[in-house]
């Protein structure tokens, strides 16, 4: 079954920069891919979604990419916040229609 | 308006109890589902229902049972709790099972098992 990797690691980076989050899969390109954002004792909020035949999906200062040759997405948040601040997830559709979730990053943006 | 919400928000019991969490969506979407996610934070998939009919169901023990009595309602029915059932349980649901739209997620309950 499919696995996803993202870095385990809490990404630490200063306010106004650029923060690249990955999510690497191990087996077949899914047709959809998405990242959730998950702040401590909520749920998980959709940010994005893109689909196998699209390279770049940008809302706002959000951009995801999505390599099927490496089997990656990187996600980036441009201009970073403090209150950008919280857990990063992605998720891949799976036989059957379900997401599959990693396990998440965590990103502190310091001022 | 809260899109889609669960009751209670936290739930703490002892072991070999009957508990139920509740949730309910507002979205008009068809797809509902369950999800765990444990103290390492992984979000896992348990059930999904699409109009009422159960579509998706997970290596759960039998002791969760989820229940659409329709299509903007699912609950989930959890017997003789054990210690490991601690978790933080969401309810989520989507236009459709297919995977090509988004999830809102509820709150999350929060049950412990003592």
């Known amino acids: 079954s499919q696995k996803i990797e993202q870095n385990s690691e809490a990404l630490n980076i200063q306010e106004g920069k650029t923060a690249t989050l990955t999510c690497n899969y191990t087996?077949?390109?899914?047709?959809?891919l998405q990242w959730y954002r998950q702040d401590p004792g909520r749920g998980p909020v959709f940010l994005l979604l893109?689909?196998?035949?699209?390279k770049e999906k940008r809302k706002e200062r959000l951009k995801v990419t999505f390599d099927t040759t490496l089997k990656q997405s990187l996600f980036h948040i441009t201009a970073s916040q403090p209150a950008d601040s919280a857990t990063y997830l992605c998720a891949l559709r799976e036989g059957g229609g379900k997401l599959i979730f990693g396990q998440g990053t965590e990103l502190s943006v310091k001022p | 308006d809260t899109a889609v919400s669960q009751t209670p928000k936290y739930l703490v019991t002892q072991m070999g109890n009957d508990k139920s969490i509740k949730c309910e969506q507002n979205l008009g979407h068809d797809t509902m589902y369950w999800y765990k996610q444990d103290s390492k934070k992984f979000l896992k998939i348990m059930f999904s229902y699409n109009n009422k009919e159960l579509i998706i169901n997970e290596t759960v023990p039998n002791r969760f049972s989820p229940k659409s009595p329709d299509k903007a309602h699912l609950n989930l029915h959890i017997n003789s709790l054990e210690l490991g059932d601690s978790a933080v349980y969401f309810c989520?649901?989507?236009?459709?099972?297919?995977?090509?739209?988004?999830?809102?997620f509820g709150p999350g309950t929060r049950l412990t098992v003592t």
């Open positions: 989520a649901s989507s236009q459709d099972g297919a995977g090509s739209y988004e999830q809102y």
């Open positions: 087996n077949y390109s899914p047709a959809y």
């Open positions: 893109i689909r196998e035949n699209e």
